[in-house]
């Protein structure tokens, strides 16, 4: 209880210390230990987060079941208010916010501020999604009335990932809060300011105390007491496959529900008769977005081989006019960072050719932060490891193609299927490829997916579907309720 919201949106002083949130209070760690996390652009140390266990868990979802039946009782409309309240609240303290997220990713001002208006945007959108919620009744005849009704689970457990932290937890706090169930959040160890921050905000929005709780920590620690935890009756991940497939297992054996976002290697499948200079710029801004730590980032260029040339000459052409902390930001954490260089030495070993970048910064200010060039490859095959691992950095692969049935067998050769982009001057063969294509969303010749589109995997990049105005539905179980007349 030693925080107040005095602080809300206020600008961190050196190591600035987080509490847990729990029960709209800020709670020291029951184990009293802190961990630093650190600024990617100088691996300075940014604040010092609470580093929590299965007793802060505990505290917290004490605090989410005693708020849970108050809260499902709440009308629509009424939730509706708060969730646009938590909405504007956002947008009145971007600057805090964006300062925290900043401090830990070391995004581009603009893609920080972009993300927190996501993140609020999220709020507003299931605020109205919420008045639009409705069960069925169902005829049977004359002698009944049956109809369905949504109920929340309860408690809910939202595990977040450190690429797009805030944003990606509002993602499923937004909807499950709609829905009338309360909500622990466990964000990245990496990345926990801003979450922790947007809960005070929430709260003093108005959100009620208990409703949504923050627990930090890592995740064999924090993580995994959250979804063993009997209070927790669904869980939201996103973050990468075997951390999912630990949590499924452990979501197998509790007999609950999960939502599974998890990684990508995405294709960017380029026609010979495609908008070339348009499919370039797709392509550079796949790359340097978040440098390339996006889960559904196209980072597999599948080019017709007539157009290949044509098209990296362009690819690089951009790539290598772009500045470290300027135009692109840096990689988030250090293993990552390492994980990235460690593609690098792969791609050498196995053939591949970098037209442009293949290396971190050794020189100049962009040295002391964990920045790495934009990347393209050429000459890679489909077997090499930069052609089938989510290297997650700014690094694309061009795989050569010849002909439409193998640019889609290209295209599905890969364990994921979280997205996909498409590029032609032939629209009918743009949605032929689309519908063919294993991925939960493609955009053709650049279309746009925003809170209102479904979000998911195919194969290995997960189960069941955020965004959009089903999601909601994610956070229900369906009741029937019969009356005989
Ligand atoms: P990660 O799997 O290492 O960690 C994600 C979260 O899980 C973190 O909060 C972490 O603390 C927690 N965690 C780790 N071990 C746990 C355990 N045993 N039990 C419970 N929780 C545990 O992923 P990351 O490195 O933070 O994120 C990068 C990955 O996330 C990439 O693979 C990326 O593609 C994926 N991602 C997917 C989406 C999507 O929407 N599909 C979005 C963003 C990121």
């Not at 959009?468 to 956070?475: H, L, Q, S």
């Given at each position: 209880t030693n925080e107040t919201l005095d602080a809300v949106g206020g600008a961190s002083r050196g190591a600035e210390r987080f509490d847990h949130w729990i029960d709209g209070w800020g709670a020291a760690p029951v184990g009293g230990a802190y961990r630093p996390t650190t600024s990617p652009?100088?691996?300075?140390?940014?604040f010092e987060i609470a580093d929590g266990d299965g007793r802060d868990v505990d505290a917290a979802a004490v605090a989410a079941s005693s708020a849970r039946h108050a809260w499902a009782a709440t009308s629509t409309a009424e939730r509706s208010d708060l969730l646009r309240a938590v909405g504007t609240a956002v947008r009145e303290n971007l600057d805090g916010l964006v300062e925290a997220e900043i401090a830990e990713t070391g995004k581009l001002v603009a893609h920080a501020r972009a993300e927190m208006l996501s993140c609020a945007d999220y709020f507003e959108y299931y605020a109205a999604v919420v008045r639009t919620m409705h069960g069925e009744t169902i005829d049977q005849g004359p002698g009944q009335h049956t109809y369905t009704r949504h109920e929340p689970f309860g408690v809910v457990g939202i595990i977040a990932p450190w690429n797009g932290p805030l944003n990606q937890a509002s993602r499923g706090i937004a909807p499950a809060l709609a829905a009338g169930n309360t909500v622990i959040v466990k964000p990245s160890e990496f990345t926990s300011a801003a979450t922790l921050r947007f809960a005070r905000l929430a709260s003093a929005a108005?959100?009620?105390?208990?409703?949504l709780n923050v627990v930090t920590g890592t995740g064999p620690a924090a993580g995994a007491a959250l979804v063993r935890h009997?209070?927790?009756?669904k869980v939201t991940f996103t973050g990468s496959v075997p951390t999912g497939q630990v949590i499924a297992g452990i979501a197998a054996e509790r007999v609950i529900p999960l939502t599974l976002e998890l990684g990508g290697k995405s294709p960017l499948v380029v026609f010979g008769d495609a908008d070339l200079d348009r499919a370039a710029l797709a392509a550079a801004t796949t790359t340097l977005m978040n440098s390339g730590q996006v889960?559904?980032?196209?980072?597999?260029?599948?080019?017709?081989r007539s157009a290949q040339d044509a098209l990296l000459g362009r690819v690089s052409a951009i790539l290598e006019q772009k500045q470290p902390g300027v135009d692109f930001g840096p990689i988030i954490t250090e293993p990552q960072f390492e994980k990235v260089l460690g593609f690098f030495e792969s791609a050498a070993e196995a053939g591949?050719?970098?037209?442009?970048g293949g290396a971190c910064y050794?020189?100049?200010?962009?040295?002391?932060?964990r920045y790495i060039a934009p990347t393209v490859y050429k000459d890679?095959?489909?077997?090499?490891r930069i052609a089938r691992?989510?290297?997650?950095?700014?690094v694309l692969v061009s795989l050569p193609f010849d002909g439409f049935d193998e640019a889609i067998t290209l295209a599905n050769?890969?364990?994921?299927?979280?997205a996909a982009a498409v590029w032609t001057g032939d629209v009918a063969r743009g949605l032929r490829a689309a519908h063919l294509i294993e991925a939960g969303q493609v955009a053709v010749n650049g279309g746009v997916m925003t809170q209102e589109t479904p979000f998911g995997g195919y194969k290995r990049s997960g189960y069941g579907r955020e965004k959009?105005?089903?999601?909601?539905?994610?956070?229900t179980q369906v009741k029937t309720v019969s009356l005989g007349l």
């Open positions: 652009v100088d691996r300075s140390v940014s108005g959100l009620p105390h208990g409703v009997d209070a927790v009756r889960c559904s980032a196209t980072t597999r260029l599948i080019v017709e591949a050719t970098a037209l442009t050794r020189q100049g200010a962009a040295a002391s932060g890679v095959t489909p077997d090499m691992e989510e290297i997650f950095g700014p050769d890969t364990e994921y299927g979280l959009g105005a089903a999601a909601v539905y994610e956070y």
